[in-house]
């Protein structure tokens, strides 16, 4: 426990605290799960200034500090999305089809409408308006090949000081022609988007490159050489994620190696890289995953939805070579945006894996675990003095089901786990980010309003 400064700005929020120290994957959970019953959090200035039991915390509180007490909850680092497409909202629950066809049926059609700003306005509103009701604090958020998906998205975040990465879309063929870029104005396009939004308060930009087959060698090139020239940006693309799809980019670059090598042969591997999927990778991929610290995004319940196959994370985390790896929902081939749903067919995969997933592993992997994937768990991902204060707020008795269910639980992994079965965004009471309220379940939020 620390010391609270002496500041009259503080606010503080009470009850069960549950946060990581570490991966639990390779430190083992006992030595990374941090557990408080009847916790005091206190934010100030955007931050988490101090972290403790209540009853020891509460009576150093400066005079006239207000306290948020959350009865029957578990306060937990707000979620990380490490993989979605907002621009795919619309086509949420559309049919499920192999991944190729999925693209020509749905997707390319839906991310035309993005010429139109007001559409696209709206979209935006309406994805952060549901990051929020669902905990969801960042995201790695892939947008549409037109700059001005970017610009709608990263103007909403900016006002709600959200950390959120996000990219203009890179693909110049084997795509409409409405929705093809070029090689140079991709690249010029991506520079100025950078130059207008990378850096900006939280904000952080992705150089996105839809996936190898959509991408010219010389527009992965063009990729390439953008981030060696701002090389604290992030990239974010697929990788692995069908059949099909393999085999087609083994036809398009027949001297790589493996899919991963494609990507690596153009610069495209290193930290604050992310590749969503990684489902049919071979040894050779996970260990250039790890020496290069590139990471995956699983995304379970895409996966199921197409049957693109099921993720390895046993072999992903493997201990001596262990890959980093976030969870991500993949709107709109993903089925929800709640991370609870999405961990809960985290733990179905594994489950048909022969490998299960404990709860308490599955809540990592959609708080610090995607922290640690996007190289921001320094600053996010956990509740810890000196973190930014994105926190989530889980009711524990959020239906009257969950509520009879609670009562006979006698563990915490076996809170965990029907909090990860029955929980959706019902369960989700308040969502902070950067130590401001900004969804209030029960009570609405006008500032929310206002910025949204
Ligand atoms: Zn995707």
Request: aromatic share 6%; proline share 6%.
């Amino acid at each position: 426990m620390t010391q609270p400064a002496s500041d009259s700005s503080c606010i503080a929020l009470r009850g069960d605290m549950l946060s990581f120290r570490g991966d639990p994957f390779v430190d083992g959970l006992e030595a990374c799960l941090h557990y408080q019953q009847d916790a005091l959090v206190l934010l100030r200035d955007g931050r988490i200034d101090a972290v403790g039991p209540a009853t020891e915390l509460q009576p150093q509180l400066p005079a006239g500090t207000p306290v948020e007490h959350y009865p029957h909850a578990l306060i937990t680092a707000g979620f990380v999305d490490t993989h979605v497409h907002y621009p795919q909202l619309p086509i949420l629950g559309a049919r499920g089809l192999p991944l190729l066809d999925w693209l020509e049926r749905y997707t390319f059609p839906a991310e035309q409408a993005y010429a139109d700003l007001d559409h696209t306005r709206a979209m935006a509103r309406l994805y952060l308006t549901e990051n929020l009701r669902n905990g969801i604090t960042s995201a790695a958020v892939f947008c549409t090949v037109h700059p001005q998906s970017v610009d709608a998205l990263f103007e909403i975040a900016q006002g709600l000081d959200m950390r959120l990465v996000a990219g203009k879309v890179l693909m110049d063929r084997h795509a409409p022609p409405a929705l093809c870029d070029t090689a140079q104005s991709g690249y010029d396009d991506s520079a100025a988007l950078i130059a207008r939004w990378h850096g900006q308060g939280r904000l952080g930009y992705a150089i996105t490159p839809r996936f190898a087959p959509s991408s010219t060698p010389e527009q992965l090139e063009a990729a390439g050489t953008l981030w060696r020239e701002h090389p604290d940006c992030f990239v974010q693309s697929h990788l692995s994620e069908n059949l099909a799809e393999i085999a087609w980019v083994r036809e398009l670059f027949p001297d790589a190696r493996d899919y991963l090598d494609v990507y690596d042969r153009f610069g495209l591997l290193g930290p604050r890289a992310i590749y969503a999927h990684g489902i049919h990778l071979c040894e050779r991929e996970y260990g250039r995953c790890h020496d290069s610290d590139t990471a995956l995004a699983h995304c379970p319940t895409s996966n199921l939805f197409l049957g693109s196959g099921l993720f390895d994370l046993t072999a992903a985390k493997r201990a001596e070579r262990p890959v980093r790896v976030g969870l991500g929902t993949d709107l709109g081939a993903g089925t929800s945006f709640s991370m609870l749903r999405t961990m809960d067919e985290a733990g179905k995969v594994a489950q048909l894996r022969d490998a299960p997933l404990s709860p308490a592993h599955a809540l990592y992997l959609a708080t610090r675990g995607g922290a640690h994937a996007l190289h921001l768990d320094d600053r996010i991902g956990s509740i810890a003095p000196g973190m930014e204060a994105d926190l989530a707020v889980l009711d524990l008795r959020a239906t009257p089901l969950m509520a009879a269910r609670m009562q006979h639980v006698d563990s915490l992994d076996e809170a965990l786990a029907v909090l990860m079965t029955l929980g959706d965004d019902r369960v989700v009471r308040a969502t902070w980010i950067a130590g401001v309220k900004r969804h209030d379940r029960d009570h609405g939020e006008p500032v929310t309003r206002r910025i949204l």
